[in-house]
């Protein structure tokens, strides 16, 4: 079970922290990563990072803006958002991928969060 915080409103140019806590049995050994869906546009992926953190990768759009971050074979992970866009509101979710790396295939990840909301407003 994966729980995601730290969403809310924020104005463009600023910075939010996403967490993701799993449980350790299904997360530890695994890579996780973000995704977020916006009104009318299919899930998409964000960021994403290996079991012990020495691998991660980002979407185009939020490269230099974002970092993910876990300690090793931890099951929390982080999503610290900077210089947000109102293109960045979306409903975030956290999952945990089948496999120790990370994925941009939302089919290699078997696990997902209930999301949280990011809005950000002009």
């Known amino acids: 079970q994966l729980q995601a915080s730290g969403g809310g409103l924020v104005q463009a140019g600023g910075s939010l922290r996403l967490s993701c806590t799993a449980s350790?049995?299904?997360?530890?050994?695994?890579?996780m990563a973000w995704f977020r869906q916006a009104p009318g546009k299919e899930r998409e992926f964000v960021a994403g990072?290996?079991?012990?953190?020495?691998?991660?990768g980002y979407a185009d759009s939020v490269k230099g803006r974002f970092t993910i971050s876990r300690e090793y074979a931890s099951s929390t992970m982080n999503l610290q958002m900077n210089s947000l866009k109102p293109e960045d509101t979306a409903l975030y979710y956290c999952a945990v991928a089948r496999k120790s790396f990370y994925s941009t295939r939302q089919a290699e990840y078997a696990s997902w969060g209930q999301g949280t909301q990011v809005t950000v407003s002009s």
């Open positions: 990072i290996a079991w012990n953190g020495g691998g991660t």
């Open positions: 350790r049995r299904t997360a530890s050994n695994n890579g």
